[in-house]
């Protein structure tokens, strides 16, 4: 068995650079990696998502304004509702009406999805058939 133990002359030589090749090999195989399973997770499941529209909100004198605020209490315009089955019983007296006013919900950010959730189902009770949510749209920022 043999084994180098140093120069002929005495004097070893420090080598100071790196060795990056396995340190590329590596990489372009993680290149190579991603390239092809980024494309499968991102078409996985084909979809339409929405599109973003901003309309402005027309205020008709007939239209009910739902607020919901941060507590979860229910407010028809300005007057506040006890419970969602009050609210249903009147929701289902203008829902008779002809034309239906529409019922525009609107959501404290604050509030839980719970409680904007009964008001929408108290109005597919009330057999009420365009519900719209209010929100505010982003400041623009510079």
């Known amino acids: 068995m043999g084994m180098n133990v140093g120069s002929s002359s005495g004097d070893d030589e420090v080598v100071s650079t790196i060795n ?3 340190l590329v090999d590596v990489m372009l195989v993680l290149l190579i990696i991603f390239l092809i399973t980024i494309p499968a997770v991102i078409n996985s499941v084909k979809l339409d998502l929405p599109k973003e529209t901003n309309v402005p909100r027309v205020t008709k ?7 919901v605020t941060r507590d979860g209490e ?29 019922v525009h919900v ?10 904007v959730g009964r ?18 749209p982003p400041e623009r920022g510079g």
């Open 20 to 22: 990056t090749t396995p």
């Open 61 to 67: 004198p007939e239209n009910i304004e739902l607020s």
């Open 74 to 102: 229910i407010y028809w315009n300005t007057t506040s509702v006890p419970d969602v089955d009050a609210l249903v019983k009147r929701l289902g007296k203008v829902a008779v009406l002809n034309p239906q006013p529409e």
């Open 106 to 115: 609107r959501g404290d950010d604050k509030a839980r999805y719970e409680s």
């Open 119 to 136: 008001v929408v189902y108290a109005c597919q009770r009330a057999g009420i058939m365009k519900v719209s949510f209010v929100t505010q």
